[in-house]
């Protein structure tokens, strides 16, 4: 492999994670760590990155996890280099899930000399329309939003991005019902298909009687149904309503929550359930307790795969978990967004709405 192939996988690694160690991309790559500390050298030399022991860290002092309304979220500065164009982007939080999406369209917009300025919502669609007018008043060249509703359909938001004069990249949510009302495009991860490696991989592992459980009120939810009736009926299973558990979670309540997780695991062991798939990973990490503090080895009498892998590595047990492809998400989108902004000053692109597939990490929780 070609040393500026290598350093590009180090970048897109920091991207993505956050942190590289050292040894451990080298085993990835198949290289020796010293190929790969070298590597770090050179970058660190342009000021790509920051070398730490053991291998390295971004450059970069931003913290995703602010809720700051709109905060500048690249290398640009004030006095520096012109950007080419300036794009707003708007997610409904930086502390979850978000921050790959968020660090994927900050690699892309770096990429391409743009800025990007980023607005947090807080799953509230006043604050995210009241965003989305800053932006159109500053003057932004294009805007990526995810709403914070499931549907964009009859909603004031929609309308507000009907309006825009500028290009509209819905980020991780269908327009399949908005496709009539602006010229919207969209990238988000097959969450259908997720639904359905999980089952697959769980099918293949001999289980039958499998559950998927939800956070209600999820935009994910709907899609994550689909896919798993879709992957049971397929491999000849009946259509099963109540094999989809949702989870309410009261705010500062714990312990309420903690009651329904013992419940739908009750329920489990008179049903004869063996395996579940569990929407967040915050929710599968306390279903892994709960299943310890009955005494249910993992995976030998439950089987627990995670949906996000945010943290479901963190786990006692390391959760096996889908993955959906943030930082790809978040970089296609912006590229998208540049390349509808290069149409309208002169170039053409056909309109587009992109899914991608999330990838499954096995871990212990699946297999012994």
Known sequence: MLSEDRQQLILRELALHGSLNAAEFAAKLGTSGMTVRRDLAILAGQGLLERVHGGAVPTTGRSAGSSTAVQQATSWRPGGRRPLATIG???????????????????????????????????????ERRQLRRLYEHGVDGILVTPSEQSLAGTE????????????????????????????????????????????????????KIAMCLRENSPTAPQ????????????GHPHEDSMVRTMSRAQNDPQAHRLVVDGILAWCAETHVTAAIVHTDEDAL???????ERQL????????????????ALGAVPLTAVAPPKYDVGHQALVMCLNRIGARRGSTSALQRVNLSPALVVRDSTQV
């Open 89 to 127: 982007m708007i997610v409904p939080s930086a502390s979850y899930y978000f921050p790959g999406v968020i660090r994927g369209a900050e690699a892309a917009a770096h990429e391409a000399g743009v800025r990007l300025v980023l607005g947090v919502s807080n799953y509230s669609a006043e604050e």
């Open 286 to 292: 306390q279903f892994a307790s709960a299943c310890q």
């Open 297 to 312: 080895r993992i995976p030998e009498d439950f089987a627990i795969i995670a949906y996000d892998d945010e943290i479901a």
């Open 157 to 208: 938001t929609l309308d507000l991005l009907a309006e825009a004069e500028v290009p509209v990249v819905v980020v991780e949510r269908s327009i399949d019902d908005a496709l009539d009302h602006g010229r919207l495009e969209a990238v988000r991860s097959d969450h259908v298909r997720g639904a359905e490696i999980a089952v697959n991989h769980l099918l293949g592992l001999g289980h039958r």
């Open 224 to 235: 994550l149904i689909d896919g798993y009736h879709r992957a049971m009926q397929r491999a």
